[in-house]
């Protein structure tokens, strides 16, 4: 195999990579609002069921890779929604004792 040939083999896996790029980007997958614990369950049930389609070979599907580091931050999500709904609720219990006093 000559030096032009590996370029040529090169080049083909560049455009292939470029191709992959822009296929995904064509992909779109909406968010929407993730407020509650539901909101983000939801969306993750959604986003599972785009990733099993796209990992079957169906079109429009979520890459399985981007599903799972959507969970992940779903998971950071969830985490942040809990501790600031606690955080409501305790305020809201200290002011109810602070009346009681």
Do not use: P, W
């Not at 040939?5 to 455009?15: M, N, P, Y």
């Not at 169906?58 to 992940?72: I, T």
């Amino acid at each position: 195999m000559s030096k032009s040939d590996t370029k040529k083999d090169l080049k083909v896996d560049e455009k292939a990579q470029t191709s992959a790029v822009v296929q995904h980007r064509k992909r779109a997958f909406r968010v929407g609002r993730l407020e509650t614990v539901a909101d983000i369950a939801q969306f993750e049930r959604r986003l599972l069921k785009s990733a099993t389609r796209s990992a079957v070979g169906r079109e429009g599907g979520v890459s399985v890779n981007d599903a799972y580091k959507l969970s992940a931050v779903c998971s950071i999500l969830v985490k942040a929604v809990e501790v600031s709904e606690l955080e409501d609720r305790l305020q809201a219990l200290e002011k109810k004792m602070e009346g009681v006093r």
